[in-house]
């Protein structure tokens, strides 16, 4: 955990760019899947997807159920287990650390969103700092939960929450925050308004009770949305010209990531090993996902349509996706040693990788035969 670039990306609206880092073109050849696609069923309901696995094959996500309701679940073994709500009708699971603990959103009998733990059959109410919204965005191998919660004054504040005890990580001098993403040392990255009345946000670390700004790439506004476990943190920022790129800020330094020859890039994640994924335009417009490593961002090409954007990388380096096919239709892929494998479906048109293990074991989303969307988990 820590190392997935969180939905906080999303917030990101609208120096001149930095000397130009080298970018490969491969002609990636695509294979077909020599896997298997695992259906995982729903909870008793038509729909149900798959976001986050842990290294043990645990799978989480979110399923309807035959009361037609929403809530998590944890799969594991061919059994999909139902992880209740914490009052309300609505839960879903986002992370899971190899310890079996699930975080998570749910709602209650009297508010629509709180964020919960889950442990060994018990799901607790993480609370607030005061105010009635949450959402929660990470969860690392202690036990740490970090996120956005509104104060007592209705302000939005990064938090980080470690055995029952919510601290509120402030703000860089504006009125709100938000935490992306910790790691296993407890370093939070996420993002934090600098000036009150100004709505535009900077990237921040935190560690031990400081706040950090990570500054820009000559914009007005950057986000922090991953770190590893070197603290390594990895985001988007707009550029003098108001760009949106993708960077890696270490010890001090954030380093404008590059293009694949467009103007545009975003991550979705990176690895202890330093290496980035995410999604670039190209010289001809297209959206193209790419591995960057060492300086270096390589386009790992399509399906053979014209878009493709990478979800989520493990320690092996491996990378998994999704891209469009010859026929304009989306399906999960899994990227290594410059091949491209078409995870193809569990019978529909469509499928979405979300993450991927150091096993190499992918969870998603897939149309069914019978038009229904169902979690997946892949597996050799």
């Known amino acids: 955990m820590g190392?997935?670039?969180s939905?906080?990306?999303g917030a990101l609206g609208a120096v001149t760019a930095l000397v130009a880092l080298g970018v490969t073109v491969p002609v990636a050849p695509v294979v077909a899947a020599s896997g298997s696609m695992i259906d995982l069923g729903t909870l008793g309901g038509n729909d149900s997807i798959a976001v986050e696995l842990n290294q043990r094959g645990q799978v989480v996500g979110w399923s309807g159920t035959a009361a037609g309701q929403?809530?998590?679940f944890l799969w594991e073994r061919g059994v999909m287990t139902d992880l209740g709500t914490l009052g309300g009708s609505r839960s879903e699971a986002y992370e899971i650390n190899n310890r079996g603990?699930?975080?998570?959103?749910?709602?209650t009998a009297s508010s629509p969103e709180r964020a919960f733990l889950w442990e060994a059959g018990t799901m607790t109410d993480l609370g607030t700092l005061g105010g009635s919204r949450i959402w929660p965005s990470d969860l690392n191998e202690r036990g740490?939960?970090?996120?956005?919660?509104?104060?007592?004054t209705g302000q939005g504040h990064a938090f980080l929450w470690e055995r029952g005890v919510m601290t509120d990580l402030g703000a860089l001098g504006g009125g709100s925050s938000g935490a992306s993403a910790v790691?296993?040392?407890?370093?939070?990255?996420?993002?934090?308004?600098?000036?009150?009345?100004?709505?535009?946000?900077?990237?921040?670390?935190?560690?031990?009770?400081?706040?950090?700004?990570l500054g820009t790439l000559g914009g007005g506004e950057s986000i922090a949305g991953g770190i590893n476990n070197r603290g390594q943190v990895v985001g988007v920022s707009t550029t003098?010209?108001?760009?949106?790129?993708?960077?890696?800020?270490?010890?001090?330094?954030?380093t404008d990531l590059g293009t694949l020859g467009g103007s545009m890039s975003w991550p979705s994640g990176i690895n202890n090993r330093g290496q980035v994924v995410g999604f670039s335009t190209t010289a001809s417009g297209e959206e193209h996902a790419f591995l960057w490593q060492d300086g270096v961002m390589t386009d790992l090409g399509t399906l053979g349509g014209d878009r493709s954007g990478a979800r989520a990388v493990n320690e092996r380096?491996?990378?998994?996706?999704f891209g469009n096919t010859v026929s304009s239709l989306n399906h999960a892929f899994l990227w290594e040693a410059g091949t491209m494998t078409d995870l193809g479906t569990l019978g529909g048109k469509l499928s979405v990788a979300y993450a991927i293990n150091n096993r190499g074991q992918i969870v998603g989303w897939s149309e069914t035969a019978s038009h229904k969307g169902h979690a997946f988990l892949w597996t050799r």
């Open 3 to 5: 190392r997935s670039v």
């Open 7 to 9: 939905k906080a990306l």
């Open 70 to 72: 929403t809530h998590a």
């Open 101 to 107: 603990q699930i975080m998570g959103e749910s709602g």
């Open 144 to 152: 740490q939960v970090v996120g956005w919660s509104t104060t007592v």
């Open 183 to 213: 790691n296993e040392r407890g370093q939070v990255a996420g993002y934090s308004t600098t000036t009150p009345g100004d709505y535009r946000a900077h990237a921040f670390l935190w560690e031990a009770g400081t706040m950090t700004d």
């Open 240 to 254: 003098l010209a108001g760009e949106e790129r993708a960077f890696l800020w270490e010890a001090g330094t954030m």
């Open 317 to 321: 380096g491996q990378v998994a996706g």
